[in-house]
């Protein structure tokens, strides 16, 4: 666990996290400000039937909600596990789904619009700029949960996770963060990020929305301007 304080960490220069954007005229120069993405997962839990309640999730079993940042290598930047804010304040953001407000330091998809990458291969209909941002920012994010993908395809601990104390469940999930970044270092070829690296259009099952603000958290105005001038000058 205290090495995985040095694997999982924000990078001390972000010129090679944007040299992935760089590289695409899709994303470049239009969110030459993004950092990452952050998403959330649930992993399964643990834990005394007394103690279960607050933890059971959508699909009827204990989970422990999970929060993560990363970067465009795929690597785990953040991370906040075992719950039941980070503040920002430079002009850099992380790319958001839209269960997430569109505030400082996070760029959310204009709600109310297509978003996922199935909707639009599905349909081939002339998209205006909302819907042009929206395709862009999906397919920029999904980054995140290919992270998510390699980390559960490896770990299979993560889906069937022993009854640990609930503190060592909550270790678990955060070192094999630790060693998924570690491998992204140091493996040449791996074929767990090779299958996920080339599926770009990746699309878990079901999104997690999970959200570290709450719903009560307004939209921003200046965050608003950010996409809207992203918006404007995207063409399809």
């Keep these: 666990m205290r090495l995985s304080m040095d694997i999982i960490k924000r ?22 400000d993004c950092i990452g993405a ?9 834990l005394p039937i007394d103690k279960q309640v607050p933890y059971i999730g959508w699909k009827g ?14 690597c785990f930047t953040f991370v ?25 330091g996070y760029l959310a998809p204009y709600k109310g619009e297509r978003y996922h990458l199935p909707d639009f291969r599905r349909d081939s209909q002339e998209r205006g700029p909302r819907e042009l941002f929206n ?11 290919r992270s998510f993908g390699v980390l559960k395809a490896r770990w299979k601990i993560l889906s069937k996770i ?20 570690f491998i992204r270092w140091e493996v040449i070829v791996d074929e767990e990020f090779r299958i996920y690296n080339e599926n770009q259009d990746y699309v878990p099952l079901r999104a997690s929305n ?10 921003d105005n200046e965050m608003g301007v950010v996409r809207d ?3 404007s000058q995207i063409r399809g």
């Design 61 to 74: 079993y204990c989970t422990q909600n999970v929060v993560a940042a990363c970067s465009f290598d795929m």
């Design 210 to 219: 999970i959200n570290l603000f709450g719903n009560d958290v307004e939209d």
């Design 80 to 104: 906040w596990a075992g719950w039941k804010g980070a503040a920002h304040d430079t002009r850099e953001y992380y790319l958001v789904n839209a269960g997430y407000p569109n505030m400082k």
């Design 135 to 145: 395709q862009a920012h999906s397919s920029l994010r999904s980054v995140i949960e």
């Design 11 to 32: 990078p001390t220069s972000y010129n090679e996290v944007r040299k992935y954007i760089r590289r695409n005229p899709k994303y470049w120069p239009h969110f030459q």
């Design 38 to 46: 952050i998403d959330g997962t649930h992993i399964q839990a643990v």
């Design 162 to 181: 022993h009854p640990y104390e609930h503190d060592t469940q909550v270790d678990i999930v955060v070192a094999s963060m630790a060693l998924h970044n």
């Design 229 to 231: 001038s992203i918006a």
